[in-house]
């Protein structure tokens, strides 16, 4: 069975530009969730999508946004990019429903921007 | 809000010897889920273990085991005869039981290093 799948492995952009991150969720999972994992501050909750809607966002600004597509793929859009949003972004799926659904990760994107 | 805290940023075991890391955690929920994520060099998250709270008997798998203490909301992680592949950072994570809030809360981690 195929993991969890993200592309790409590195992106570097220019601050103001904007970043597109996208993520393939493990076969019957149904939930994406995205994560920053910034240098000194550990893994933060940016955005859970499920079936197509954006379920939960975490303490972020707006120019974080994303989507899910009809397959449970989702994109990860960063909009006017800053020096401090330099991280490793992790996407998770996980089953959805009530009960304790483990997230599996993907191998992340390390976005740089100078 | 839910926070999660592993006091041990660092930590060294022998090979083949035993060692626990630490974690902490506040909350008012009595049912939530409690996990142990190893994150390697090769930066990909795993599993390594997972713990329901409403669960008294603590869980094992392999070669990892957890301490959870409820009342003292301690949920330590033991790693059994070190392997020299268990070098990683091991991230304590918790997740509420409520519907609508999936995501995980992450402590800021604790670096294993094996010595050979």
């Known amino acids: 069975e195929a993991g969890v799948t993200q592309s790409p492995t590195h992106l570097i952009k220019t601050r103001g530009q904007q970043a597109t991150l996208r993520c393939s969720p493990i076969?019957?999972?149904?939930?994406v969730y995205w994560y920053q994992q910034a240098l000194g501050l550990g893994l933060q909750f940016l955005l859970w999508?499920?079936?197509?809607?954006?379920?939960n966002r975490g303490n972020f600004p707006p120019r974080f946004s994303g989507r899910q597509f009809p397959n449970y793929s989702s994109e990860l859009n960063v909009n006017a990019l800053e020096l401090e949003d330099s991280a490793l972004y992790l996407c998770?799926?996980?089953?959805?429903?009530?009960?304790?659904?483990?997230?599996?990760f993907g191998p992340g994107t390390r976005l740089t921007v100078t | 809000a839910q926070t999660v805290t592993q006091s041990q940023p660092e930590m060294s075991v022998q090979e083949a010897e035993t060692v626990t890391l630490s974690c902490t955690y506040d909350?008012?929920?009595?049912?939530?889920?409690l996990f142990w994520y190893k994150q390697p060099p090769s930066r990909q998250m795993i599993l390594v273990i997972r713990?329901?709270?409403?669960?008294?008997q603590n869980a094992t798998e392999n070669r990892f085991s957890v301490n959870f203490q409820k009342a003292a909301k301690s949920f330590s992680l033991k790693i059994s005869d070190s392997q020299l592949g268990d070098a990683a950072m091991y991230f304590c994570a918790y997740r509420t039981d409520q519907t609508g809030a999936n995501n995980l809360f992450f402590g800021t981690g604790t670096r294993l290093t094996v010595i050979p």
């Open positions: 076969s019957g999972h149904t939930s």
């Open positions: 713990q329901e709270a409403y669960k008294q």
């Open positions: 909350t008012s929920e009595s049912d939530y889920y």
């Open positions: 999508y499920d079936e197509g809607e954006e379920r």
């Open positions: 998770a799926s996980s089953r959805t429903g009530h009960g304790a659904y483990e997230q599996y």
